[in-house]
């Protein structure tokens, strides 16, 4: 088990991410409106912004989580959100529709209420964005967290469309009805293995 190596936490966290390769992009209308809520530095929702209705040129195909090309707003099925429970209090969750047929039902757009990096050990790049204060990161190499996150928080926005969620809630997902969902634990390290020494924790978006 991961969480066992040394240097790692006893972890019961783990990563939601679309193992296929299908994505998406904006629409010609909402492309021309995101700077509503997308910061133009990092390409974020912006800091208080809270769901997000989209309009999209094609659907994803393959996987129950996605992302829009160019933006770091996810996408998730609306039968993953049901699934979620009341867990899914912790995401903002908003409309799609489908350019030239009107609202696509079957997806969501969603982001974090709180944002959180899922750490490397190789190629690190890290800044702050001078537009909305997000922490821009990232590396290659093993994944992990640092610092252990608040377990009061069920459900973290990993971006990109990945999720870093309890193991409580994996255990109520039947995550064998999805083939294209990537579900790995991922480890609590006790010390950063990145080189960085400024602190990069959860933030309230």
């Known amino acids: 088990m991961v969480d066992s190596e ?48 989209i309009e999209v040129r094609h659907p994803p195909e393959d996987s129950p989580l996605s992302f829009i090309s160019g933006s770091m707003l996810g996408l998730i099925s609306a039968d993953l959100v049901s699934k ?67 377990p009061a928080i069920e459900i973290y926005d990993g971006r990109m469309g990945r999720l870093v969620v309890t193991g409580a809630i994996v255990d109520n997902l039947d995550a064998s009805r999805w083939p294209e969902l990537d579900v790995r634990r991922i480890r609590v390290a006790t010390k950063p293995r990145d080189g960085l020494t400024v602190p990069i924790g959860a933030t309230r978006r």
């Open 6 to 53: 040394p240097g790692n936490l006893a972890s019961d966290w783990y990563l939601l991410s679309g193992a296929g390769k299908s994505h998406t992009a904006l629409s010609d209308a909402s492309h021309s409106g995101k700077a509503t809520w997308q910061c133009s530095k990092c390409r974020a929702p912006r800091p208080g912004t809270g769901p997000i209705d």
């Open 84 to 150: 979620l429970g009341g867990a899914a209090k912790w995401l903002h969750v908003g409309s799609v529709r489908l350019e030239g047929h009107g609202d696509l039902p079957t997806w969501r757009t969603v982001h974090g209420q709180y944002d959180l990096v899922v750490r490397g050990n190789r190629s690190v790049g890290h800044w702050v964005c001078d537009e909305c204060g997000r922490n821009v990161y990232f590396a290659l190499g093993s994944r992990y967290l640092y610092p252990a996150p608040d």
